[in-house]
């Protein structure tokens, strides 16, 4: 059964009209609310405020005084039907608007700020809001709860906290701030988030206060601007609210997500030169960068790795400046490329992932520096303002190779130039022009070091198909813990990056002075993140038997049909601490195949075993399943039931292991019980990309395989009740890249 919300004004509905609703927005005639979910009051009201003339209107000290009665109305708009009601508020002689917005058909309550007059003098440093609704009490609750707040660089991962809910913790917002998710142990989620302006967007914990508004660092506000903040309702975990909510985001930004799945640096295996990779600011000894890519080059053909495209990092162009430099002129130096960016692509022949950094003061495309666009200065750095800057840039590096445009640094551009962190439309202008560009180019965007509301902002900027979602490799231990801002990627429609890894254990000379310890892990979970698979070994160091595991023939990466992410049991762990779930890290994802699902689970860092529920896992269908073990996993047995009353041990998945499973429904074929197990050389031996039909009848079971013209594909079965009789057929891909699989007739044409 489906639940929508409530909106109760006191003086308009009564209390019995509500029973049967899970999600009631509870708001009197003097302005205060709260957010009840199963009948107890999740979030309370604090003071509603806004800041003008370098001074705070607030409730609290009735300086921010309401005017007139509440006004409600009813309407439609992207989500559907709703009924609204909205406050007057005076602050000083301008007006302030604070209104709720719920809606018939979906579990949702927008919170919207609308400033009838134009204020000035709003700015309170860039860690506050300078509006404030809605305000809830931080850590009063009616209820147990837990929450994960999704904060800092790389999609809200430098500074992620998962804890409970209570006044004694401590919440980072400012203009760090994103996404906040709470959650109880029953599965009742509420995710509140910006809705619009997102670049503009903050909310701020003060006191014991936290407040969604607009940046502190915004000069003034312009007359009719509104904000707006969705609190989003789920029913059904943390996972699956998440998706709702980044679902309904989506569409109401009309977000295409195509973009994505046609991105041959998502689709396909590439070579990367970024921090944690073996040439990173390194090259080979006595050769330049040109001869060392030429080298690499020369290994993967030889070693036939069927890299599709290359990685070039911030080492290949000039620049100036303190601490990490800023980019003067986008194009190789001399010395790195001797002869030019665009004589190496013809060279190589493969397209290019060019890194880029913040521009310097000193950039020779600015006019202040003799140059044709217009650039704003912000002391040693400069920002563009100039939409034919941008077509220029992509459209000139088109010419050397340029396939993707990775623009890094996104969290010190947003933070640190002036015009972005306190101009109210400014941030989402640079990146709406920049986003326009590459789409007009047809190149896609990875986002990199990005904050929680550039990671929002790309809702917008469909040309925006990944994102890093955790720090460089090897440059901390946990550097894999991506299995919640991968879910808020995903969620919204952008393929999550786990960065590059190597293949082999031993990088001899590496500059880091590391040894990869488990190169398998590092692998599987690029692999099943959805992301791009970047390796980046030394010449004459990878495992080619691991990265012929994670492809086809041609490149084409064997994904999962969603981002792996980490369980609902683990997160609310992570947060709750109450030993109730893992002590470790489980990761699940599936494939789903002409309505079939076959899934995934990942685990790692445990100290302790422990029995993982069907029900538990994200993918069960309410079919009976099997599990069998990856060939990559710590320890291999025979397949076996996976259900709540049989479930999956998770024993031996330690900081240096890794437990990777499979899971097949049981197919009636004939006579005979069977279960999938697909190609067992491969790390995802049931990938939707490889196998693109089945269709099971009580004669026959058929499958569609995809792969390169003379391609040779192994796919196996085994019969669910006598599991040791198992069937291997060896198909042959045809000249269309086809196979057809009947095991009926036990062969393929």
Not at 166 to 171: N, T
Not at 631 to 646: G, L
């Amino acid at each position: 059964m489906a639940f929508f919300p409530t909106l109760i004004i006191a003086v308009i509905c009564c209390q019995s009209v509500l029973a049967s609703s899970p999600f009631e927005v509870r708001v009197s005639n003097n302005a205060s609310y709260s957010v009840n979910i199963q009948g107890k009051a999740w979030l309370k009201n604090s003071d509603t405020f806004v800041r003008h003339s370098s001074k705070v209107f607030s409730t609290k000290d009735q300086t921010l005084m309401m005017s007139g009665q509440p006004q409600t109305t009813t309407g439609k708009d992207s989500i559907g039907e709703f009924d609204a009601v909205q406050f007057s508020f005076k602050a000083d002689q301008e007006t302030f608007l604070a209104g709720v917005r719920t809606y018939q058909e979906s579990s949702v309550a927008i919170f919207t700020q609308t400033f009838v007059d134009p204020i000035d003098g709003t700015s309170d440093g860039t860690d506050s809001v300078i509006s404030g609704f809605p305000s809830f009490l931080f850590g009063d609750s009616d209820d147990d709860l837990g929450y994960v707040n999704l904060n800092g660089v790389f999609s809200g991962w430098s500074m992620l906290q998962a804890a409970k809910w209570s006044q004694g913790s401590k919440l980072d917002g400012g203009m760090m701030s994103g996404p906040l998710i709470l959650f109880d142990h029953q599965d009742n989620v509420l995710i509140v988030s910006p809705f619009n302006n997102f670049m503009a967007a903050s909310f701020c914990h003060s006191g014991q206060s936290i407040s969604w508004g607009i940046m502190g660092g915004v000069d003034s506000v312009t007359q009719g601007f509104v904000h707006e903040t969705i609190v989003f309702y789920g029913q059904h975990g943390i996972n699956q609210a998440m998706r709702d909510w980044g679902k309904l985001m989506q569409k109401v930004y009309n977000r295409k997500t195509s973009l994505r799945y046609d991105d041959v640096s998502i689709s396909y295996i590439g070579y990367y030169t970024d921090n944690g990779a073996y040439y990173y600011h390194f090259k080979e000894p006595g050769m330049n960068y040109e001869q060392t890519m030429l080298a690499i080059q020369e290994y993967y053909t030889k070693s036939e790795i069927p890299y599709k495209y290359l990685q070039y990092d911030d080492w290949f162009y000039p620049i100036a400046g303190k601490g990490y430099g800023a980019t003067v002129t986008w194009d190789a130096m001399p010395g790195i490329f001797p002869h030019g960016l665009k004589h190496l692509y013809n060279l190589t022949q493969l397209p290019v992932v060019a890194h880029n950094r913040y521009w310097s003061a000193k950039t020779t495309y600015a006019k202040q520096n003799g140059g044709k666009f217009n650039f704003i200065m912000s002391g040693e750095n400069s920002i563009p303002d100039d939409q034919a800057f941008w077509e220029y840039l992509f459209s000139s590096a088109k010419e050397w190779g340029l396939y993707v445009y990775e623009q890094d640094w996104l969290n010190l551009q947003s933070m640190s130039i002036k015009p972005i962190s306190s101009d109210l439309f400014f941030g989402r202008k640079w990146l709406m022009q920049m986003g326009e560009a590459a789409a007009n180019q047809g190149l896609p965007l990875q986002y990199c070091m990005a904050l929680p509301r550039n990671a929002l902002a790309a809702l917008e900027i469909p040309a925006v198909t990944q994102m890093r979602v955790s720090i460089d490799y090897q440059l901390r231990d946990n550097q894999y813990d991506i299995g919640i801002t991968a879910l808020f990627a995903d969620s919204i429609g952008i393929a999550p990056f786990k960065d590059n890894f190597w293949s082999m254990s031993d990088q001899p000379g590496n500059k880091y002075n590391k040894t990869e310890p488990r190169p398998a892990f590092q692998a599987a979970l690029s692999l099943l993140s959805t992301g791009p698979v970047g390796v980046s070994d030394r010449v004459g160091y990878s495992d080619l038997k691991l990265i012929n595991s994670l492809i086809m023939a041609d490149g084409r990466l064997l994904k999962p049909s969603q981002a792996a992410t980490y369980i609902n049991a683990y997160i609310q762990e992570r947060a709750f601490n109450d030993h109730r779930g893992p002590q470790g890290k489980i990761f699940t994802t599936f494939s789903e195949i002409s309505g079939f699902v076959f899934g995934v689970v990942m685990a790692t860092d445990f100290e302790v075993d422990f029995p993982l529920k069907l029900s538990q896992s994200g993918f069960d269908q309410g079919v009976p399943v099997m599990v069998s073990d990856s060939a990559y996993s710590v320890s291999v047995s025979q397949p076996r039931n996976f259900s709540d009353q049989s479930p999956l041990l998770l024993s031996g998945c330690s900081s240096s292991a890794m437990c990777l499973h499979f899971t097949s429904p049981i197919f009636s074929v004939g006579s005979k019980r069977v279960i999938l197990l697909g190609e067992v050389a491969k790390m995802l031996p049931l990938s939707p990309v490889r196998i693109s039909s089945i269709i099971s009848t009580t004669l026959d079971l058929q499958m569609t395989l995809n792969g390169s013209p003379s391609e040779v594909v192994q796919i196996a079965a085994c019969d669910a009740e006598n599991i040791e009789m198992c069937w291997k057929y060896n198909c042959i891909i045809a000249a269309d890249g086809h196979a057809r699989l009947s095991f009926a007739r036990s062969s393929c044409q």
